[in-house]
């Protein structure tokens, strides 16, 4: 297959930040193409790509002790109603976020420098508030009330990608397997045996961003394993209206943190709570090869243990039926701010590693990469140094 067609934009990997970049691409130009496959049907059996978007919930908050990370989410929350009404397609829940942590001032600072509505709570204060949690003594908790909540990653990439090609954008569900630079265009060819050429083309393959890429940029992929705790009926009604966790620990053997979703409908019908946690890489998949096994696996059982007990103790007398556990993986940079950079002038782009936060403000990233490939400058005045890329020595 393939085409003659020279497109003047190509997006490479069709997952947040590159549905994004595809909208916004898409809204000046009539010539874009978005180049990346669905989610397979079957992660045992699928021998290509996987995404780190591949699930039902992620957390979404201004709120963050980095005031870089809070400004794009900020930006992005503003644009939720817009990709909603252009798409019909709903994404976002309005279910406000906790945070616990014990040092709240730094995030605190933030929250008031960009004029986010929160209320402290401490204690005594913070049971009566949230009577269904129990976190230890001497903690704060910092709850953020709507726009904070949560999004379904699946939905928002089919929402953006859907005003995409609303707005003339081909979608072109094909695995990338190498990018070549030529003198006027990108030549981008694919697994499934096509090519096609782009003056210009953003790469933003989230975990597989380097394996595209001859000089590799300095990107580590940790694995994750996320546990669901399937909820009954009744269960489900009483937790219905929590807020999201996000929890810093103390002294625990293996986290630092953890997050947690409130109930929600996944594909198979079922409701389920949603926890996962913040801690040192049990291993660091970089290769396709390596991502694909990691895919395969159902996740790591020692991290899923912990999960449960951690789960139990922040929900005393919780009631699932059953428990299963998921493998994902998320995409770090050494700033812990996305790249969103030049790697050829005029003619490639990069707007990669998330770092773990980058579900909510994908949007934003994705709009920065697209200013970016439109106008081969940088013209926001978040500083563009924030997200310049380094590369593996
Ligand atoms: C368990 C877990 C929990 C998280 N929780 C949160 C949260 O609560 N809040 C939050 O804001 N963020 C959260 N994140 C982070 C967030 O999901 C990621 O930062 C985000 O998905 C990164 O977006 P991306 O577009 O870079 O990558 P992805 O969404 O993974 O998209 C990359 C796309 O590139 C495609 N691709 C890869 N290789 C190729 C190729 N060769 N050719 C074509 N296409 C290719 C893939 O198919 C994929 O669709 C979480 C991540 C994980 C794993």
Redesign the pocket.
């Known amino acids: 297959m393939g085409t003659d067609q020279i497109f003047d934009y190509a997006v490479?990997?069709?997952?947040?930040?590159?549905s994004a970049a595809a909208r916004y691409l898409s809204a000046t130009s009539d010539s874009v193409a978005l180049?990346?496959?669905d989610e397979p049907s079957n992660w045992q059996t699928h021998d290509g790509?996987?995404?780190?978007?591949y699930?039902e919930g992620?957390?979404?908050r201004i709120l963050d002790p980095d005031p870089v990370w809070a400004a794009l989410a900020k930006r992005a929350i503003a644009q939720y109603p817009a990709i909603k009404r252009e798409s019909g397609i709903s994404f976002y829940h309005n279910s406000g976020g906790l945070r616990v942590i014990p040092d709240p001032e730094p995030v605190q600072a933030v929250g008031h420098d960009l004029d986010v509505t929160f209320h402290t709570h401490t204690d005594e204060a913070l049971r009566q508030a949230f009577p269904y949690y129990r976190f230890p003594e001497g903690l704060t908790g910092l709850f953020e009330p709507e726009p904070a909540g949560y999004i379904s990653?699946r939905a928002l990439v089919r929402a953006q990608a859907a005003v995409a090609q609303q707005q003339g954008a081909q979608i072109i569900r094909e695995?990338?397997?190498s990018l070549q630079i030529q003198t006027t265009e990108v030549e981008i060819t694919t697994a499934e045996g096509s090519s096609y050429h782009a003056r210009k083309a953003l790469l933003?393959?989230?975990?597989?961003t380097s394996?595209?890429l001859d000089r590799k940029l300095d990107l580590t992929n940790r694995a994750?394993t996320?546990l669901l705790a399937e909820l009954p009926p009744d269960e489900q009604d009483r937790l219905k209206n929590i807020p999201t966790v996000i929890y810093t620990m103390q002294g625990h053997p293996a986290f630092d943190g953890i997050?947690m979703l409130p109930p929600i409908r996944y594909p198979d019908g079922k409701v389920y709570l949603k926890i996962?946690a913040n801690c040192p890489p049990p291993q660091t998949p970089q290769t396709f090869e390596a991502l694909k096994a990691w895919f395969h696996t159902r996740g790591d059982a020692t991290e899923a243990r912990h999960l449960k007990d951690i789960l139990f103790d922040i929900i005393p007398g919780l009631n699932a039926v059953s428990f299963h556990t998921q493998p994902?993986?998320?995409?770090y940079t050494p700033t812990k701010r996305p790249f969103i950079d030049t790697l050829k002038e005029n003619r490639l782009y990069v707007a990669?590693g998330?770092?773990?936060?980058?579900?909510?403000?994908?949007d934003a990233i994705g709009h920065l990469a697209a200013q970016l490939v439109l106008t081969s400058t940088w013209t926001d005045s978040l500083d563009r140094n924030l997200f310049k890329t380094s590369f593996v020595t």
């Not at 790509?49 to 978007?53: I, N, P």
């Not at 998330?354 to 994908?362: D, P, Q, R, Y």
Request: net charge positive; hydrophobic share 40%.
């Open positions: 490479i990997g069709k997952g947040l930040i590159g180049i990346g496959p790509v996987f995404a780190s978007h699930d992620r957390i979404t990653p695995r990338a397997t933003a393959a989230g975990a597989y394996t595209l994750r996320i997050y996962g994902c993986v998320t995409c990669a998330g770092s773990g936060s980058a579900a909510k403000s994908s």
